[in-house]
């Protein structure tokens, strides 16, 4: 499926959209500072649009031959629609031809949707990060996960 024309790289027009829709799906969302500092990084930054209405974004950092998914998004109302795979498929399909190996990503143990969803694509877990991200409770830690990009791994 060629998925590529329906993601747009993000600009800084798209911030405030971008920062609303984040605000709407995580219980500890990133700042318009985050999104501008990984724009100012030349982090590769995604965007899809529906209707002229933000439905998705993402953000990868890549590396020597790694990439780093730091953070996705996915409207509720179009959640469970395929967008979010499409969006995933796409990144790591960039990253491969940008000659990455793998993906990384972090998620929260309590964020059971989400593991099950990288799971589906073929993500599996590599380590923890004890205490990693703030929780109502204090710290609750992030699992690592990898997935192959290349066969040379």
């Given at each position: 499926m060629n998925v590529a024309a329906?993601?747009?790289?993000?600009?800084?027009?798209?911030?405030?959209?971008?920062?609303?829709l984040e605000q709407r799906i995580q219980r500890h969302p990133w700042?318009?500072?985050?999104?501008?500092?990984?724009?100012?990084?030349?982090?590769a930054c995604w965007v899809e649009r529906r209707?002229?209405?933000?439905?998705?974004?993402?953000v990868i950092m890549?590396?020597?031959?790694?990439?780093q998914l730091l953070n996705?998004?996915?409207?509720?109302?179009?959640?469970?629609?395929?967008l979010g795979r499409s969006?995933?498929?796409?990144l790591c399909e960039r990253a491969r031809q940008a000659g990455m190996l793998r993906m990384l990503l972090e998620v929260r143990p309590s964020n059971t949707?989400?593991?099950?969803?990288?799971?589906?694509?073929?993500?599996?877990?590599?380590?923890?990060?004890?205490?990693?991200y703030p929780d109502s409770t204090g710290r609750e830690d992030a699992i690592v996960?990898?997935?192959?990009?290349?066969?040379?791994?």
């Open positions: 329906d993601f747009m790289p993000m600009t800084a027009a798209d911030l405030a959209a971008v920062v609303a700042t318009l500072g985050n999104f501008a500092d990984s724009l100012a990084a030349d982090h209707a002229g209405v933000l439905a998705a974004f993402a890549p590396t020597v031959d790694e990439v996705i998004g996915v409207a509720p109302e179009r959640q469970r629609t395929g969006m995933l498929e796409f949707g989400a593991i099950a969803f990288y799971q589906h694509f073929d993500f599996v877990e590599i380590g923890r990060r004890r205490g990693y996960m990898a997935r192959k990009l290349s066969n040379n791994l």
